[in-house]
């Protein structure tokens, strides 16, 4: 019995009708619990599986009557009619079609089983006599039997079948049908699982009542079925693409980095021209980076930033460097900005700070490309800082995102050199994938905000390393909120 | 990126002896990106700030350095001044002052060159020439050209035939007409006079920088050219000029200059000549991180296809007019690294001198997620740039004051959100068919215009059910208040757009107004196909932690 679990209720109003009962068909069964048939069948295959039940399953034909049968129940047969039609007078056949006692089709067949029956003689002149018709033939006899419902063909006795072999010639007076029948009866281990059950008195609910009064001394809390399952609830939690930023937070503040926050809508002054980017440079255009509508901004730097960053872009550029085409408000293309405006303002001689926040391209979504997507940005500036120094954080940092193979390319960006791109290895995918850029600012940047010592920075998307994390083809699906996904996807990915 | 195709078939004969495959091991190391691979050849992406990749031979150049085949500058000696002049006059000084000039003669210019070089002059075009503005190329077939050439401005009327065609047609004309013209015409519009390149014998060499005469024209038995470089910057048509002179003389071209004559003054182009950049050996190795002895900088910038002499304990490297991306010792250094091999390169980790820390607002934040997944709700995302449609017309709100961007490629970004609300319904809508209660979160900036733009962290959460009210609503946002930030709230009964009339009411916290909380209204569930009632809040985080100092 062990592992069967405990006992539903309707399992055991089966076993305490069962104990007494013997081998009982289904139907007494749910006539005797009280139970529909249905829960009754429920149980005994619950039952029948933990082998406290056993159940026989037997066919047999049974016979009933048909319509016209149950007429004839009731009515007599023809050969019974026909006995009194002769006993009215109507004493040759001729008479008896003439009398209308019987249908014309009957006729033939009661005289045919009249004589069978030995009921009737016939003399001269075709004129009929009775004798010994008085007491039922065999098939009156089954006939009133059928009346109260079907008979099991393996109940009647060898006369009973030669009649019901008798009626099934007659044509539409009885049917044979094969019949399925359960019964049931208690196994020994149903009994001990019953005796278990009666021992004390059972309680379904424990009840604030019956700890305070103390009454549980007095009573059994039956087992409940721990095995079955419970119904889904959902908890509430974190968006997954959060959860991901939280884990780049702790790893930048595990390796020394301070985090810092800014605005989205950023001047053009600080999120390009700050950065050495020309103003004709093509990202720059309407087609790649949003601007505000009609929103031009007093830009938040000091005169001497403003002169200084003007300068070096007449030298780098060429003379042209317009001050309005500064103060436009963009979308923030990157984080940069933040950053650059953090040291600017700050100027640390030895510093290390980090941001993520949203960025904007003016892009069509598609499965790859979102027009607003996170970024994640990290600087380290000190005295002496390389490009090996640079490439060291990067492989600590992947490290600790348990990516563990990483080289780097040369690339660029127009506001470090060099510049680098990492390549790290994606284990599940078996091959290379592009991860974040890189540099060291030029000194077009940080000499004009007067940031003496090399800034290494880096940075890129975080809806990338999520899609490698929880195994996603679309981009967009971290957008798009679909509860199915945010009740159903794990908080620790093992 | 721009790309460049490199034909397997010019491979084995520019990099004779070298497998493809460590040709292909070496391109992302020269800053190339291998965009796809096939049997004809290898597509190569490179960054915008090397224009001199433009063609194979220009990357060809760079690999047979780091393979070490070929080092230091390129040589490209001129030939002696070709005695070939352009007249400019002063008319076209106002439309497009700029013209420089090369002669390259007794090349071949097989199929796969005419191909390249026709793919560099779009690339120039639309890099350093700004999509024609600065600078913009015509070729000519040398040999029907009679000098002196005369670089001048006409009126519209002025009638030549068109490359492609075979009648004379006006300038007018050509700017309506033809496709180019269309593009390009309003680069010279402005004036009524437009620029015009004609020879001794009034045969016009080009429109600039809209299109050239037929009767110059290039072809495959072409074996002398003139390449003419106008536009509105000096500089970047120099740049232009220097590296189509540079990949004709690997072409196999000799390279002769072409005298502009301008009023009184006269100068020779191209100008080739290198220009010095002087860097201590010790910034360039401290930018590495390295130690390198001058003679193993010296190596690595001749890797890089760069001459360089030590002078003391400075290196002075010698870069040709071509590299347009070489301006700072800085950009000195790179090339030494690239020459050294950034494979070749160590990574050393720089231990912290500073404890790193999260910003107070992650810290303040991850509280209030902490909180309201503790009351079941889960967090959703929505974007900072939404659609009017979501964000106005669904609540019957006036987006007269919406802040929108400019030319957006979709209808679905087109405005910066002033409320988390719309984003949390629209999730709602996207989860119609999935189990009920939902309740859902979402912390974001919103912005709001009307002066300088102003930026809040806002925090916003609904509940939706054939239950959700008011009241519930109500005890998980005193919840918020009280659990994260101590804080007792009074609901004073407000209208707003989002709720139902009479069962809304403005959040204060503090005396301040902080946010607002009520039942959706029912219009906006319907325009949002929602079928079960929501209650929602939204509170600017902002607004209670601004005085404090807490959040900039």
């Known amino acids: 019995m062990s592992g069967s679990g405990p006992l539903h209720p309707i399992e055991r109003d089966i076993l305490k009708s069962l104990a007494e009962a013997g081998l009982i068909p289904i139907e007494t069964l749910a006539a005797s619990t009280h139970l529909d048939i249905d829960q009754v069948r429920r149980g005994v295959e619950w039952l029948k599986f933990k082998g406290m039940i056993s159940v026989e399953e037997s066919s047999s034909f049974v016979v009933l009557l048909t319509q016209r049968g149950q007429g004839a129940a009731t009515s007599g047969l023809p050969e019974r009619k026909l006995v009194g039609a002769i006993k009215g007078g109507n004493d040759t056949v001729e008479k008896v079609r003439q009398s209308g006692l019987l249908n014309n089709d009957e006729v033939n067949a009661a005289v045919s089983a009249a004589r069978r029956n030995k009921w009737i003689q016939f003399s001269d002149g075709g004129r009929m006599s009775l004798s010994g018709a008085e007491s039922p033939s065999p098939e009156e006899l089954i006939l009133q039997k059928l009346r109260n419902g079907s008979l099991d063909l393996s109940a009647l006795v060898e006369e009973e079948m030669r009649a019901v072999e008798l009626l099934k010639k007659r044509p539409d007076y009885i049917i044979l049908k094969e019949a399925k029948q359960t019964r049931i009866s208690i196994t020994p281990a149903g009994k001990d699982a019953l005796k278990n059950l009666d021992e004390g008195h059972v309680e379904r609910k424990l009840t604030t009542e019956m700890i305070t009064s103390g009454r549980w001394r007095e009573i059994t809390l039956g087992p409940l079925d721990v095995e079955a399952p419970a119904p889904a609830v959902y908890p509430g939690r974190s968006h997954p693409l959060v959860n991901i930023i939280d884990e780049v937070k702790e790893i930048f503040v595990g390796l020394g980095f301070e985090e810092i926050d800014g605005d989205m809508v950023q001047s053009g002054f600080w999120n390009f021209d700050a950065l050495f980017i020309p103003q004709d440079h093509p990202a720059r255009e309407m087609q790649d980076t949003f601007y505000v509508s009609g929103q031009t901004q007093n830009i938040p730097a000091t005169k001497d930033q403003l002169r200084r960053v003007a300068g070096v872009q007449d030298r780098g550029w060429g003379r042209g460097w317009k001050l309005a085409e500064a103060e436009r408000m963009v979308l923030r293309t990157h984080t940069t900005p933040v950053t650059l405006r953090k040291l600017a303002a700050t100027k640390p001689d030895v510093a290390r700070f980090f941001s993520v926040g949203r960025v904007f391209r003016n892009e069509k979504p598609s499965y790859k490309h979102l027009v607003e997507f996170n970024q994640v940005e990290g600087v380290a500036t000190a005295p002496g800082l390389s490009l090996r120094d640079l490439m060291g954080l990067q492989k600590e940092f992947y490290a600790k995102m348990g990516i563990k193979k990483v080289k780097f390319w040369p690339t660029f960006f127009p506001y470090t050199e060099p510049s680098l791109q990492s390549m790290v290895y994606n284990e599940s995918l078996h091959k290379w994938v592009e991860l974040f850029g890189m540099g060291i600012f030029r000194p077009e940047v940080t000499r004009p905000l007067g940031i003496r010592n090399p800034v290494l920075a880096w940075g890129g998307g975080v809806e990338r390393i999520a899609m490698l994390r929880f195994g996603l083809d679309d981009v967009r699906e971290l957008y798009g909120n679909r509860l199915s996904w945010l009740r159903g996807v794990p908080r620790c990915q093992l | ?552």
């Not at chain 2, 939404?386 to 017309?393: F, K, L």
């Not at chain 2, 609540?395 to 209808?411: I, T, W, Y």
């Open chain 2, 1 to 552: 990126m721009p790309v460049v195709n490199m034909a397997s078939s010019r491979l084995g004969k520019l990099i004779p002896n070298v497998s493809r495959e460590k040709v292909l091991e070496m391109l992302p190391f020269a800053g190339l990106d291998i965009e796809g691979v096939d049997e004809h050849g290898i597509r190569v992406e490179y960054n915008p700030n090397r224009p001199d990749f433009s063609t194979d031979f220009g990357i060809v150049r760079a690999i047979r350095g780091l393979l070490e085949i070929e080092l230091g500058t390129p040589r490209l000696k001129l030939a002696k001044k070709s005695g070939h002049s352009i007249l400019v006059t002063s008319h076209v000084k106002k439309v497009r002052p700029v013209i420089v000039a090369l002669v390259a003669r007794g090349g071949r210019l097989e199929d796969e060159t005419i191909k390249q070089l026709i793919a560099m002059q779009e690339d120039l075009h639309n890099g350093i020439g700004r999509r024609r503005r600065k600078a913009s190329i015509g070729l000519h077939d040398l040999d029907s050209v009679s000098f002196p050439l005369t670089y001048t401005a006409v009126s519209d009327d002025y009638a030549f035939t068109p490359l492609g065609e075979s009648f004379h047609q006006t300038i007018a004309q050509i700017l309506r007409e033809t496709e180019t013209g269309r593009q390009y015409g309003n680069l010279v519009r402005g004036s009524d006079r437009y620029p015009l390149l004609i020879d001794k014998n009034d045969t016009v060499l080009s429109l600039p920088p809209v299109i050239n005469g037929d009767s110059t024209r290039v072809g495959s038995k072409t074996r002398n050219l003139l390449v003419e470089v106008t536009g509105t910057d000096k500089k970047a048509s120099d740049d232009v000029l220097a590296i189509i002179a540079m990949t004709l003389a690997d072409a196999g071209f000799g390279i002769g200059t072409v005298t502009i004559v301008g009023g009184r003054k006269k100068i020779e182009t191209p100008a080739l000549e290198p220009t010095e950049i002087v860097a201590d050996a010790k910034y360039l190795n401290q930018v590495m991180g390295m130690d390198l002895g001058s003679n193993q900088i010296i190596r690595c910038l001749r890797k890089s296809r760069l001459d360089a002499v030590a002078r003391g304990n400075r290196i002075v490297c010698m870069v040709p007019r071509y590299r347009t991306d070489i301006s700072h010792p800085v950009d000195v250094a790179e090339e030494v690294a690239l020459g050294y091999g950034i494979y070749n390169l160590k990574p050393t980790f720089p231990p912290a001198a500073t404890a790193g820390q999260k910003s107070l607002l992650t810290n303040h934040l991850s509280a209030v997620r902490e909180t309201l997944g503790g009351h079941g709700m889960i967090e959703s995302l929505g974007f900072s740039l939404t659609s009017r449609q979501i964000q106005y017309e669904s609540f019957d709100r006036s987006s007269e004051n919406a802040l929108q961007v400019e030319g957006p490629k979709s209808a679905e970004h087109q405005i910066l959100r002033d409320s988390l609300i719309p984003s949390l319904l629209f999730a709602l809508s996207r989860n119609v068919h999935e189990e009920y209660p939902q309740r859902l979160f979402e912390i974001g900036k919103t912005f709001h215009g009307g002066g300088d733009i102003h930026e809040s962290w806002n925090i916003a959460a609904a509940v939706a059910h054939v239950d959700a009210s008011y009241t519930e609503i109500l005890s998980i946002l005193q919840s918020l208040l009280r659990s994260c930030f101590g804080k007792a709230m009074k609901a004073k009964a407000a209208q707003s757009p989002f709720f139902i009339s009479g069962r809304s009411a403005e959040i204060v916290v503090d005396e301040t107004s902080v946010g607002a909380v009520g039942e959706i209204a029912p219009a906006a569930l319907a325009n949002m196909k929602l079928r079960v009632p929501v209650a929602a809040f939204e509170i600017d985080l902002s607004k209670m932690l601004h005085d404090k100092g807490q959040i900039a």
